[in-house]
């Protein structure tokens, strides 16, 4: 009787490593040439998509928790990384709290872009319901918010931007409790946080993030999957909007990909994982890449280094990436 305990210990035990081996999770993920999103599929402009003869195209990284299989083809693999968990959260900072972060940041990303492109393409707007949420709390900051907040109220006045929580601040000496209502996960809730010294001026160490919505004579819809966040693919975002707004096919047959943030103004930003992106772009036949100045030097060397035949293109500014698309059309 004993003897068949055993065995069927034994049994267990193997079936359980072989589990642990192929879907357990350790702290570590794995980083690794991803692909394209076509953006074809996610813009419309009057309620129509927008109808071009070759695509726009964002750029992302694949990211996995480390199983086991996964962690030994980072640590083989010249294609991939394995990094701690914990490095890509900021001081304090749970996964949770770092996703709802990024969700923020493509929400703001996508503004960022529909904006830039009105502005370039000189269409009048209007912007309508700013919020401004809690995007990131220092360690030592003394407050009840949580990362995601959307603070409405500051010291009984309403909040339109993070501007009038600066004003708040000022006003107030170090020691000082300001109070804030909130929305958090759809109910109104109080909050606090306390002013203090940070490297001689007044704090609450907490940084915040803007939103709004924009009203226009032209309607722009950009749609995004629940899974995705980040901000990395605005300046695409932003040409495919512009595109479609002006009625002109920039992609002039082309699949044309890159990665950058972008800002209200059009400015492009640097991103991570660029080495990721080029490969992704490779393996998915793209013929001309953006990219931000900043990330420049090290997409050239990603692609000396493995022989890629693909145009690279630096920019600063949506107004470059449009420049240089025009520029091409017109060598035709």
Same mark, same amino acid.
């Given at each position: ?200 001026? &007044? $704090?609450? =160490?907490?940084?915040? #993030?803007?939103?709004?919505?924009? !009203? @226009? *004579? %032209? ?83 990603? &692609? $000396?280094? =493995?022989?890629?035949? #693909?145009?690279?293109?630096?920019? !600063? @500014? *949506? %107004? ?13």
């Amino acid at each position: 009787m004993k003897k068949k305990i055993v065995e069927h210990l034994k049994d267990f035990l193997f079936v359980f490593f072989v589990l642990f081996i192929a879907f357990g999770k350790l702290p570590y993920n794995v980083e690794m040439p991803g692909g394209i999103i076509n953006l074809t599929e996610r813009v419309k402009i009057d309620g129509q998509k927008i109808p071009l003869k070759g695509s726009f195209n964002m750029a992302y990284v694949s990211v996995v928790q480390g199983s086991i299989p996964y962690i030994l083809y980072g640590l083989i693999s010249n294609d991939a990384d394995v990094v701690k968990t914990q490095d890509s959260l900021l001081e304090n900072e749970t996964v949770e709290e770092a996703n709802r972060r990024n969700k923020l940041f493509l929400e703001q990303s996508k503004n960022a872009a529909v904006l830039a492109a009105l502005k370039e393409a000189e269409i009048e707007y209007e912007i309508k319901n700013r919020k401004t949420n809690v995007l990131y709390i220092y360690k030592d900051a003394k407050t009840t918010l949580e990362v995601g907040d959307n603070i409405i109220e500051c010291n009984d006045n309403k909040v339109d931007s993070i501007q009038d929580i600066v004003k708040a601040i000022d006003s107030m000496k170090i020691g000082d409790t300001i109070s804030f209502k909130v929305v958090r996960f759809g109910k109104v809730k109080k909050a606090t946080a306390k002013i203090i010294d940070v490297k001689g001026q &007044k $704090k609450i =160490n907490v940084v915040s #993030l803007t939103t709004f919505d924009i !009203d @226009s *004579l %032209r309607s722009v819809e950009l749609d995004s999957f629940a899974t995705e966040s980040g901000s990395s693919g605005g300046l695409m975002m932003s040409l495919m909007v512009y595109s479609g707004l002006t009625n002109r096919d920039y992609t002039l047959g082309k699949k044309v990909a890159g990665t950058g943030t972008i800002d209200e103004n059009g400015k492009v930003g640097e991103i991570s994982g660029i080495k990721y992106k080029i490969i992704g772009a490779v393996r998915n036949k793209v013929d001309i890449f953006f990219v931000p100045s900043d990330n420049y030097k090290e997409a050239l060397q990603v &692609k $000396k280094e =493995n022989d890629y035949d #693909l145009k690279i293109v630096k920019v !600063d @500014s *949506l %107004r470059e990436a449009i420049n240089y698309l025009e520029g091409v059309r017109n060598e035709k």
